[in-house]
């Protein structure tokens, strides 16, 4: 059973940088495919970026294209996220997301991720 837990989340003003990061224990963590995903109020969860286990292949959501940056490292069992010129409507709750996966093709469909983070909250004020 692979836990996952996020830190980093805090309060920001718009245009400014966060860096979220999320480390797994309890699997082989090259062996999951990663993902980060955000939940905004009244809205459904959406995900934000994925990278497959070699980090090698990534997903960004169009809205975050650009200024988010995902990646991972397998020596540390660690997968960030850097968002830089945050936006007001980045602020959600944002969760770490974990799926065995050797696909070059990463998914960005949270119901193919078994294994999730409590979530850190980001808020963003205009």
């Known amino acids: 059973q692979v836990q996952l837990v996020e830190s980093g989340g805090g309060l920001v003003q718009a245009g400014d940088s966060l860096r979220l990061s999320c480390i797994a224990s309890?699997?082989?963590?090259?062996?999951?495919?990663m993902g980060w995903f955000r939940q905004a109020p009244g809205k459904e969860r959406e995900a934000v970026a994925a990278?497959?286990?070699?980090?090698?292949?990534?997903y960004y959501a169009h809205s975050v294209k650009g200024r988010f940056t995902i990646s991972r490292d397998n020596a540390k069992n660690t997968v960030y996220l850097r968002m830089n010129g945050l936006k007001a409507e980045d602020t959600a709750v944002y969760y770490c997301?974990?799926?065995?996966?050797?696909?070059?093709?990463?998914?960005?469909?949270?119901?193919?991720?078994?294994?999730w983070g409590q979530g850190t909250q980001v808020t963003v004020s205009s």
């Open positions: 997301a974990g799926r065995r996966s050797f696909a070059s093709v990463v998914s960005s469909t949270a119901l193919e991720y078994p294994y």
């Open positions: 309890g699997g082989i963590f090259r062996n999951y495919a």
């Open positions: 990278i497959s286990w070699s980090g090698a292949s990534t």
